[in-house]
């Protein structure tokens, strides 16, 4: 009776079932008969990695697979296309490299997947980027929509030889609506190659009309390019790595490069300071209007105090970071101060008098009473309380705040109270986020801390926690109090408990305050290195 019931269901309630279910369900589910089976395909197959050993001589996915196949994931390591001699030698017991060859015909094979969306490459440390003859033929895949690199994006010209010039290339790219790039690490100690801006002349304009989301690497994108085009549909877009230099002669800043997208909703400029250039001011002189007027969330790496930007902000923005690229704490190690040295970065790290003056501009805007997240960065100064006390007047709206702060030199006191107080009259404030450069603060690059001086910061944040949870408002749900012990850098959790005595309980279970996670995604690139 059962079966017979199943039997006559609609297809298409069929696939809302499937869709319901995780995919240890939907195995068993296809496993019970055929037309079942059927059904369960399109979930089963729709998303495919490709492993190097799973690669058969005759093809790379089955073709009777192609109609189901919507997200493929190339993960391993391209043999550089070229003589034997030239192959990577991989150490014993890594997993061996894909080696792509023309006549797998993963142009027309691509093109006959009718619901690819999306291509990702992601490899492992030794990856070495992605051959000319397949990102060719992913780009030019008239259905795909979403491209992702992590890792490298292309092989170095003396590993490829099918890469032609790329100075002349007409390059029929599909019409994609993001397009993402995250390498093992955003530090490079030189600028890009040629062959990498080259590539991005060829592919940006393509995709200009239709790009929705774009992170890339700052040195990397042609400014005349971007500034030249239209991206009428651009919502998202983060920059990051070395800040480019912008001649000052031309009048132009980074503002006025990125002023032709008008649906921007996400910026990030998570930009790192060359040594030698001094912040960067965004607002240009002949700039009369505010270019992104849906702008949602905003994030600058060293904000200059002087920029008119600030006093401009539209009434959409409802998420603002003023902070650090990377965080300032990642220069407190020398190891991490020399590696920064040989970047020739430097982290000029804006006072608490110098924030404030960004704050009082924003006072001015349309954005003050709509921002609802904010989070700060800056060292302590004469105007710290100042700038504490100002936060709840210019923000009244606040459900979420990260403060990085860093004790002026020379002073060990740890003002929580003057914080907690300041912050009293945040009355829609949840979720606190706050870095308190504590003296106790283990910080340890190759081993873990000593059980003492993790117990001793644990006790110093707990009864930081405490303080805050009694005289911040009653609608504070979480303190968190950031930790670095050995190579992690992960938010304390501390949920608040209201009773008599209001007092603050650490709670590891909890992974994520507020959509953020725990884990500080921001801190371990030096780990990377």
């Not at 869709?19 to 395909?41: F, I, N, P, W, Y």
């Not at 393509?206 to 989301?213: N, T």
């Not at 060292?379 to 100042?386: A, G, M, T, V």
């Amino acid at each position: 009776m059962s079966s017979d019931i199943i039997s006559r269901l609609h297809d298409d309630v069929l696939r809302r079932i499937t869709d319901c279910l995780d995919m240890g369900s939907v195995k068993s589910l296809s496993s019970t008969c055929s037309s079942l089976r059927a059904t369960c395909m399109p979930v089963l197959f729709s998303f495919i990695s490709i492993w190097p050993e799973s690669i058969p001589e005759e093809g790379f996915v089955p073709a009777s697979l192609w109609p189901y196949v919507r997200s493929l994931v190339f993960f391993g390591a391209f043999i550089p296309v070229m003589q034997p001699r030239g192959y990577v030698k991989l150490p014993p017991k890594r997993t061996p490299p894909i080696q792509f060859s023309p006549r797998y015909a993963l142009s027309e094979a691509l093109s006959q997947m009718p619901n690819l969306r999306t291509i990702t490459f992601s490899g492992e440390p030794l990856f070495v980027g992605v051959p000319w003859i397949v990102l060719s033929a992913v780009l030019t895949t008239p259905q795909l929509q979403n491209i992702r690199f992590v890792g490298p994006m292309m092989m170095w010209p003396k590993q490829d030889s099918t890469r032609p010039s790329l100075k002349r290339l007409t390059l029929p790219v599909a019409p994609l609506s993001s397009f993402v790039w995250s390498p093992c690490s955003p530090y490079r100690d030189r600028p890009p190659p040629d062959y990498e801006r080259q590539f991005f002349m060829v592919v940006l304009p393509a995709v200009s009309p239709s790009l929705e989301v774009a992170k890339l690497q700052s040195e990397s994108v042609p400014h005349r390019v971007v500034m030249n085009h239209d991206w009428p549909r651009l919502r998202t877009l983060t920059l990051e790595g070395r800040r480019r230099t912008i001649d000052p002669s031309t009048g132009l800043t980074l503002m006025s490069i990125l002023a032709r997208m008008p649906r921007l909703n996400v910026l990030k400029l998570d930009l790192a300071q060359r040594v030698g250039l001094e912040r960067q001011i965004m607002w240009p002189a002949s700039m009369t209007r505010f270019p992104w007027p849906h702008l949602e969330t905003l994030s600058i790496a060293y904000p200059h105090p002087d920029d008119e930007i600030y006093a401009h902000l539209p009434s959409s923005l409802h998420r603002l970071a003023l902070r650090c690229w990377p965080r300032h704490y990642i220069c407190s190690l020398e190891n991490n101060r020399r590696l920064m040295e040989r970047l020739t970065w430097y982290s000029p790290i804006l006072t608490s008098s110098e924030m404030l003056r960004i704050v009082h501009r924003i006072r001015t805007s349309a954005s003050a009473s709509s921002i609802v997240e904010l989070d700060l960065e800056f060292q302590e100064d004469e105007q710290r309380l100042e700038l504490y006390r100002a936060i709840p007047v210019v923000f009244p709206s606040l459900t979420f705040l990260q403060i990085h702060r860093y004790r002026t030199e020379g002073v060990n006191g740890l003002p929580v109270v003057d914080i907690a107080q300041s912050l009293a009259s945040l009355s829609c404030l949840c979720a606190l986020r706050v870095h308190l450069d504590l003296v106790e603060s283990p910080y340890s690059i190759i081993n873990d801390p000593s059980e003492i001086a993790f117990s001793t910061f644990l006790k110093t944040s707990q009864e930081a926690a405490n303080v805050f949870s009694r005289i911040l408002s009653s609608s504070v749900v979480w303190v968190c109090i950031l930790i670095r012990r050995g190579t992690q850098n992960e938010w304390l959790p501390y949920r608040v408990v209201r009773n008599d005595t209001p007092h603050a309980v650490l709670d590891t279970s909890v992974h994520k305050v507020e959509s953020y996670p725990c884990k500080d995604p921001d801190a371990p690139y030096d780990d990377n290195l």
